[in-house]
């Protein structure tokens, strides 16, 4: 079975720090792609950062960067520079295609909170 | 450019009734996902639409069901409503059927009373 774990179901930091949010995921695929989404209030789910698995080098996106683990199968998010926007749900994902089959599975979210 | 789009943004309904939720996808994208997000969960894949056929299903039952139009547009239909089916239903679309990244639209909210 295709599944993502995020272990923190919430956390909170301190504006202008910076905080990492982990993610597991498991599957018997060798390519896929994994992501990072945001879901303010709002509830529109935004693309955070991406990172395709045949690729060693960690995605960076202005202040959001990850650390890809493809061994251990992990892949973290870290926020640098927190700012007050930056409080939502955080979603972990990965996509792999078998044939011209593929979607998106989800973790359950961690809610981060940043604090004045 | 459009993003993504949906409607209705909130919907009442009562056990066994029967919804209807639309979606427009991204400018250039021929693909849609629909997603059903219960709360304080991630989003589950309920289905696929590409070429105006379902290509892929996730594990939801047969009264739920979709469609998808010439211009690339979709629907999601939900029969015989059941209280479990209160959820954010969420739309995403992509440039073709595999490519990875997919973006979301706002959500429609439906609470089943």
């Known amino acids: 079975a295709q599944t993502v774990t995020q272990s923190q179901p919430e956390m909170s930091v301190q504006e202008a720090e910076t905080v990492t949010l982990s993610c597991t995921y498991d599957?018997?695929?060798?390519?896929?792609?994994l992501f990072w989404y945001k879901q303010p209030p709002s509830r529109q789910m935004i693309l955070v950062i991406r990172q395709e698995a045949y690729k060693q080098q960690n995605a960076t996106e202005n202040r959001f960067s990850v650390n890809f683990q493809k061994a251990a199968k992990s892949f973290s998010l870290k926020i640098s520079d927190s700012q007050l926007g930056d409080t939502a749900m955080y979603f972990c994902?990965?996509?792999?295609?078998?044939?011209?089959?593929?979607?998106?599975?989800f973790g359950k979210g961690t809610k981060l909170s940043v604090k004045p | 450019d459009a993003g993504v789009t949906q409607s209705p943004t909130h919907l009442i309904k009562t056990r066994g009734q029967q919804v209807t939720l639309r979606c427009s996808p991204k400018?250039?994208?021929?693909?849609v996902c629909w997603y059903q997000q219960a709360l304080g969960q991630g989003p589950q894949f309920i289905f696929q639409y590409y070429e105006e056929e379902e290509r892929q299903r996730g594990n939801f039952p047969d009264r739920f069901s979709g469609h998808q139009f010439p211009n690339y547009s979709s629907e999601l239909n939900v029969n015989a409503l059941l209280l479990g089916d209160s959820a954010l239903y969420l739309c995403?679309?992509?440039?073709?059927?595999?490519?990875?990244?997919?973006?979301f639209g706002p959500g429609t909210r439906l609470l089943v009373l």
């Open positions: 599957t018997s695929e060798n390519n896929y792609y």
């Open positions: 994902a990965f996509i792999t295609f078998v044939g011209s089959q593929g979607n998106l599975i």
């Open positions: 400018s250039g994208h021929d693909t």
């Open positions: 995403a679309s992509s440039l073709d059927l595999i490519q990875e990244t997919q973006y």
